[in-house]
């Protein structure tokens, strides 16, 4: 339990798994520092959730892909102070809609989604609600315009927990795309596991049923133990020519 005596926070770059109940009513008696993990199962835990955020400064760049842990809609105060640039994604007309631009009604982040953001100065973000604790898992409908040639079926969504994720889906492609680690290009995550707070970006096949599900990650799961998917190495004598990963079903 923890309550207004007594603050607990998650370190950094660590996970906590509760397996009974968690009692939390005050986000400020629950910290979660940036990169901390907590994986529990009930409702109504209340949290702070900080995250660094590394500014431009004077040149371009360190664009951050983002998304709430917390339930429902959180209010997009925290990200929007100083020179802030903040952006969610329209798939039907592939435009960027800037949440400092009134004609977008943009003022909050919805779970399950995700956002562009970036700031000129070095910042730690606390963002602060009821944590998302779904036991089994999140679905996130996506959109596909069939009319739309350019960008067709590409979804900005994001992470809904606050710990890692796996992402599995219905009529999606393979293969999602992460900010990479200078922060200014998008390109294919090497891993099925989506990090804690991270948004990234699905491509929907299909105009019925594209869905992005997000399953809580399992501390236990090994990739190389699933049969989910396997590699196949082409070789010409001595020499490895390509590779290619066979996906088998809906995989992980």
Known sequence: NVHQFNQYVVAANTTLTVNGELTCSDPQYLILEDNAQLIHSNSGVQATVQKSITGYGEGNGNWYLVASPFVGNMAATPLTTDEYDLYSYDEPTH?????????SDFNTLTNGTGYLYANEADKQVNLSGELQSSSSHVDVTLSYTTSQDKLRGFNLVGNPFPCKAMLRGDNIAADF???NDDRDELV???SI???PYEGIFVEATSSEGSVAKFYRWDPNYRSGESS????ITINEGRNEIDRARVRMGEGV
């Open 228 to 231: 989910a998917f396997f590699e």
């Open 95 to 103: 435009y960027w809609m800037n949440s400092k631009d009134s004609s």
């Open 188 to 190: 294919v995550s090497r």
């Open 193 to 195: 596991v989506v990090n």
């Open 177 to 179: 795309y992460v900010m």
